[in-house]
């Protein structure tokens, strides 16, 4: 089983940054990739970025390319987002995501709890 607690997130200006992390507990060493998604009201959640365990690839939807980052620390434990130049209609509910293959369960999907991200003047 795997834990994941997100941090970082509240309101801040149009044009301002935000670092966003995700502390992953338990099971770790069977997670091959994690993602940060979002959801805005009214719409579905969508993946924002993602990261893979192995070789840190990563890969981010068009509306975040050159303004969002995601990287994980050595240790592969805490995942984080930076996001800079923040836009209004980066305003929503985000998501760590870690996917994962258990020797004993196979694979599992695992979610954080939420934290919210509203950029408004």
């Known amino acids: 089983q795997v834990q994941l607690v997100e941090s970082g997130g509240g309101l801040v200006q149009p044009g301002g940054s935000l670092r966003l992390s995700c502390a992953a507990s338990?099971?770790?060493?069977?997670?091959?990739?994690m993602a940060w998604y979002r959801q805005a009201p009214g719409k579905q959640r969508e993946a924002v970025a993602t990261?893979?365990?192995?070789?840190?690839?990563?890969n981010y939807i068009d509306s975040v390319k050159g303004r969002f980052t995601i990287s994980r620390d050595n240790a592969g434990t805490t995942v984080y987002l930076q996001m800079n130049t923040l836009k209004p209609e980066d305003t929503a509910v985000y998501y760590c995501n870690a996917k994962a293959v258990h020797s004993n369960i196979g694979a599992r999907e695992y979610w954080g709890q939420g934290t919210q991200v509203t950029v408004s003047s």
């Open positions: 990261i893979t365990s192995g070789g840190g690839l990563t």
């Open positions: 338990g099971t770790i060493f069977s997670i091959y990739v």
